[in-house]
């Protein structure tokens, strides 16, 4: 699905990412932790080709995205809902979501996309016509996972999707990235809440200063004395 080989990018005099190499198998959920300025979101932005890379290559379902527009990364069928959420402010809810299917033109899937969001988000439908900016936070992330579904995407890539969210509506969100990924969404997962994410991926990588310092399936890390003392709390 996803393939990033030797992944460099510098930040002026700043080595951000040093030879990262991941990988994202088709119908996975792969989760990225690590501290704050690890390089987990400089890698998200670079594989859209929001920032220049230095060196490295980037291949997605056998095509080599790595020198490709952001709009055409898009078009392949790669996604990213970003941190903060991001929704259009003056916007409705339901004019947010017609924004995220921007690149389609098959209207029948469109508005079958559309009623498959609203069943994950119940919520949103009942607040279609409300502007995005009157929305609770909790709210706004759901609308911002939405959008990002209208795209049709292969790959959904989320950065820390549960930042500022009550615990409540974390393990909502949480529960539907699991449910986006048994419709057949491949999910790269940037969190926060590291705990919560290796319980939902089926492989981890661990960052520390733009390294892939270790890796394994997310069960597995979970009882990694090192991931639990550094970024489990015990």
Not at 30 to 50: E, H, P, R, V
Not at 112 to 134: C, H, I, N, S, Y
Not at 207 to 233: F, H, I, P, Q, W
Request: with cysteine.
């Amino acid at each position: 699905m996803l393939h990033i080989e030797d992944l460099n990018i510098h930040y002026g005099g700043i080595h951000a990412l040093r030879g990262v190499n991941i990988e994202v198998p088709d119908r996975k959920i792969i989760s990225l932790i690590g501290a704050n300025g690890a390089g987990k979101s400089t890698t998200l932005k670079a594989i859209m080709s929001l920032i220049p890379k230095t060196s490295g290559k980037i291949v997605f379902n056998g095509k080599d995205i790595t020198k490709m527009s952001t709009r055409n990364i898009v078009a392949e069928g790669v996604v990213l809902c970003p941190e903060g959420r991001r929704v259009f402010p003056d916007l409705t809810v339901l004019e947010n979501m017609t924004m995220g299917a921007f690149l389609r033109k098959d209207k029948e899937g469109i508005k079958k996309d559309m009623d498959w969001v609203f069943d994950l988000f119940p919520r949103l439908q009942e607040r279609k016509w409300q502007l995005a900016g009157t929305l609770s936070g909790g709210e706004q992330q759901m609308l911002a996972v939405g959008r990002a579904l209208m795209s049709k995407p292969k790959l959904l890539m989320m950065d820390e999707p549960s930042l500022g969210l009550a615990p409540l509506i974390v393990k909502s969100i949480l529960e539907i990235i699991k449910e986006i990924n048994d419709a057949g969404v491949n999910v790269l997962l940037i969190e926060q809440n590291a705990k919560a994410a290796l319980e939902i991926s089926d492989y981890a990588y661990v960052l520390e200063t733009g390294t892939v310092s270790l890796s394994g399936m997310g069960r597995e890390l979970l009882k990694n004395d090192k991931v639990r003392a550094a970024y489990l709390g015990e």
